[in-house]
């Protein structure tokens, strides 16, 4: 196995962008992973976290012999991306799985692991992850998992990493033509929650294939900045529907996705919706 496998972002997307990401990446890539695609794959991204210790672990953890389980990409809390596999070949992300009818997404798709703790239990003003490790309270999110009915703490996402995984993401759906991005929590659900509702799973696909839909949303304001002193945000948008997450101060900036009765879907630390009566779009 390589020793250093770790490449910058930037390197990347200038071997995804050149058409070169599969020529010269073998100094980076786990043995293991020898199966290539077949003509037309992949097609479809896979969003995962590592429920890890850090970006780099997880790579490693990933990358030797003995693990089965692989992905192409780990990209660590501060954005630095380590390649695990290249991608013109299979790795082993996303396990049992199906969704619209296609089974085993390994076949098809690229697995993209993101470094986050997942799961958090409270533990008096602190939280802690399943291998043990402490975070504060402002790394912690409450909020409901889309395939969950109640609300649990989850590890927050960097803005840097986010912002990495969604370049990387528009890339590779441009480079290969992809039609879907999925989380791994929708093609394997019951036994997978990753990404999780810390992730902007719905914010990353709006951005990425909204192009092709943007003349008949152009009405849509694409940011609004909270004006009630604390807005709820609610998983539909009924003034009864659960509430995703600790209510939205007032002045917080939100990213918004969709309209629909009167209430916005937004983005923040979580999605979900708010009246619209109280965010200022002007
Ligand atoms: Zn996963």
Known sequence: MAQNFTINAQHLLEKVSGGQYDVDTTSYIASKNEDSFKAGFPDSLIIHYTAG???????????????????HLVIDQSGKVYQVVPFNKKSWHAGRSSYNGRKYYNHFSIGIEVDNAGVLTQSGAEFVSWFGKRYKADEAVR??????????????????????????????????????????????????????PAFPLDKLRDDIFSRDRAIEESDLPEKGVISASKLNIRAM??????????????????????????????????????SKDFVNTK
Do not use: F
Not at 53 to 71: F, P, Y
Not at 148 to 175: F, K, M
Not at 249 to 255: A, D, F, M
């Open 143 to 196: 909020a409901v998992h889309r395939n969950e009915n109640t609300a649990r703490y989850w590890h927050i996402y960097t803005e840097e990493q986010i912002a990495v995984c969604e370049e990387i993401s528009a890339l590779l759906v441009a480079h290969y033509g992809m039609k879907e991005i999925l989380g791994h929590e929708e093609i394997s659900p019951g036994r997978k929650s990753d990404p999780g």
């Open 237 to 274: 948008p009924q003034s009864g529907a659960e509430k995703v997450a600790k209510p939205i101060p007032k002045g917080r900036e939100v990213s918004i996705l969709e309209e629909r009765d009167g209430w916005y879907r937004v983005s923040t630390r979580v999605e979900g919706w708010v």
């Open 53 to 71: 210790r850090s970006g780099e672990s997880s790579a490693r953890h990933l990358a030797k012999d003995e693990v089965k389980a692989s992905a």
